[in-house]
T-cell receptor, first 113, second 111 residues
Framework: NAGVTQTPKFQVLKTGQSMTLQCAQD?????MSWYRQDPGMGLRLIHY???????DQGEVPNGYNVSRSTTEDFPLRLLSAAPSQTSVYFC????????????FGPGTRLTVL | GQQVMQIPQYQHVQEGEDFTTYCNSS?????IQWYKQRPGGHPVFLIQ?????EVKKQKRLTFQFGEAKKNSSLHITATQTTDVGTYFC???????????FGTGTKLQVIP
């Protein structure tokens, strides 16, 4: 089991560029989510999904899009990057029917110039 | 919206001293979870509390969930250098739809 994987590990973008952060899990979890972590702010929920084809907004969704075409994958798209999106992004998955713990990926450190 | 506050933001302790972090939610929670994040790492699940007034122990760690299910605490007895990291609580409401993380408490242990 690889758990939750994220690519890339590091990324530098220029303002206005777009990109997709990839997230995959091999635990057959229905629940997946994206967080951003900024110093002193903790982890803030961007978008989440409770199953394939179902997504919803979290606390800070503006500037980000998600889709969930399969159980395994949950990509996060930045449509037009802004310096305010400089952050560390974590993807997580969980099986709410069992313990409910969230398994986090290793994170993507994104810098927008 | 739901807010989850954690105090203190930082804590420096001598090795062997005790440490406590407190978590307070603006709304009643269904569950609360605790995570630990080592420097440069990702959050790792520690425990989940579900019942009002619940107390759970993991070796030197004691977790409590308040009677009103709006607050929680994590207490570490006799800290060790391996306890260094940031501890987050995460509040869940309405099942597993939205999870709100606290701001975290960063623990430094001085050998």
């Amino acid at each position: 089991n690889a758990g939750v994987t994220q690519t890339p590990k590091f990324q530098v973008l220029k303002t206005g560029q777009s990109m997709t952060l990839q997230c995959a899990q091999d635990m057959n979890h229905e629940y997946m989510s994206w967080y951003r972590q900024d110093p002193g702010m903790g982890l803030r929920l961007i978008h989440y999904s409770v199953g394939a084809g179902i997504t919803d907004q979290g606390e800070v969704p503006n500037g980000y899009n998600v889709s969930r075409s399969t159980t395994e994958d949950f990509p996060l798209r930045l449509l037009s990057a802004a310096p305010s999106q400089t952050s560390v992004y974590f993807c997580a998955s969980a099986d709410p029917e069992t313990r409910g713990e969230q398994f986090f990926g290793p994170g993507t450190r994104l810098t927008v110039l | 919206g739901q807010q989850v506050m954690q105090i203190p933001q930082y804590q420096h302790v001598q090795e062997g001293e005790d440490f406590t972090t407190y978590c307070n939610s603006s709304t009643t929670l269904s569950n609360i979870q605790w995570y630990k994040q080592r420097p440069g790492g990702h959050p790792v699940f520690l425990i989940q509390l579900v019942k009002s007034g619940e107390v759970k122990k993991q070796k030197r760690l004691t977790f409590q969930f308040g009677e009103a299910k709006k607050n929680s605490s994590l207490h570490i007895t006799a800290t060790q250098t391996t306890d260094v990291g940031t501890y987050f609580c995460a509040g869940l409401t309405g099942g597993y739809q939205k999870v709100t993380f606290g701001t975290g408490t960063k623990l430094q242990v001085i050998p």
